[in-house]
């Protein structure tokens, strides 16, 4: 048993150094292609290696045996993304093609409703794989959007920064950590917004056509954040209003035994003393005792 402990243990913490690998080799593969500038390797390198270092981390925290099919599709659309980020990172010094940054991205965007169905059916389902799958969805809409504000304007960059706005204001808003409720709303537009900005991004619309898919897909965006922070915030409220009524029975509870002691205790005060007690005793009582003599009346 400890032999298989330690060979399911391994390729969990093995997997991020062969998706690094793997990135390395899709970047080979893109600058024999078309000539990957510097500006694309130097992304594409940092990406592999962040890739690498966050998710080693991840994993050595959360303590997972096995890394799992369904991570291991999430982290072959990441070596994608690390394509796509690279190809967007060289477009600012050279023009690679538009056709290959479309079918890379084309690609991650499938994928992300399989690794989903594999980690239900397989049940492996985990706290870190779906902060993984959350993590790479984020960062492809952050660089589509870098891409296609090239040509729209900086606006387009709300798209991506949304989230990472949200993320941040978490820190501060500490109610906005608490978990939301499942939402089929909330993962359709999610996903549209990746399928607008690959739309605008193809060059296959004439430029006011991708204003308006673009400008409707931040609309639906703002609107699902918008409604998301507001149950946040109401179930916020809820929570602090039942705290301070609790506090409130607590304290009356309190309250109403402080106020039952001086009522018992002239009780213990007017008991004729036995005579084996002597009477100087009885008046010279200590609190404690009248306060027990109390409770037990």
């Not at 593969?29 to 290696?49: D, H, M, N, R, S």
């Not at 213990?268 to 404690?288: H, M």
Request: glycine share 10%.
């Amino acid at each position: 048993m400890a032999l298989n402990n330690h060979y399911d243990a391994r390729p969990a913490q093995q997997e991020p150094a062969v998706g690094a690998g793997v990135q390395i080799l899709l970047l080979a593969l893109l600058g024999t292609a078309i000539g990957l500038g510097p500006a694309g390797w130097v992304t594409g390198l940092l990406f592999a290696v962040a890739t690498w270092a966050v998710l080693s981390r991840a994993l050595h925290r959360s303590g997972l045996r096995s890394f799992g099919a369904a991570n291991r599709v999430t982290l072959g659309r990441a070596t994608l993304v690390g394509g796509v980020t690279a190809l967007v990172a060289d477009s600012f010094v050279s023009a690679p093609p538009v056709s290959l940054l479309v079918g890379l991205t084309a690609v991650a965007l499938i994928l992300d409703g399989v690794d989903g169905k594999v980690a239900r059916s397989t049940g492996t389902s985990t706290a870190l794989g779906a902060r993984f799958d959350m993590e790479v969805d984020a960062f492809l809409i952050l660089v589509l959007s870098v891409h296609v504000s090239t040509s729209l304007g900086p606006w387009v960059l709300l798209i991506g920064g949304m989230r990472y706005v949200f993320v941040a204001a978490a820190r501060v808003l500490p109610w906005l950590n608490a978990p939301l409720p499942p939402s089929t709303a909330r993962k359709t537009v999610a996903a549209l917004q990746g399928v607008c900005l690959l739309l605008a991004g193809s060059g296959l619309l004439p430029l006011v056509a991708n204003f308006v898919v673009v400008l409707g897909a931040l609309g639906l965006l703002v609107w699902s954040f918008g409604r998301d922070v507001l149950w946040l915030w109401r179930t916020s409220r809820v929570r602090v209003t039942s705290v301070a009524e609790a506090v409130q029975t607590l304290v009356a509870e309190r309250a109403g035994d402080a106020q039952e002691v001086p009522a018992a205790a002239p009780t213990v005060r007017t008991v004729v003393p036995s005579p084996e007690i002597p009477a100087q005793r009885s008046q010279e009582t200590p609190v404690e005792e009248i306060l027990q003599a109390a409770r037990a009346a």
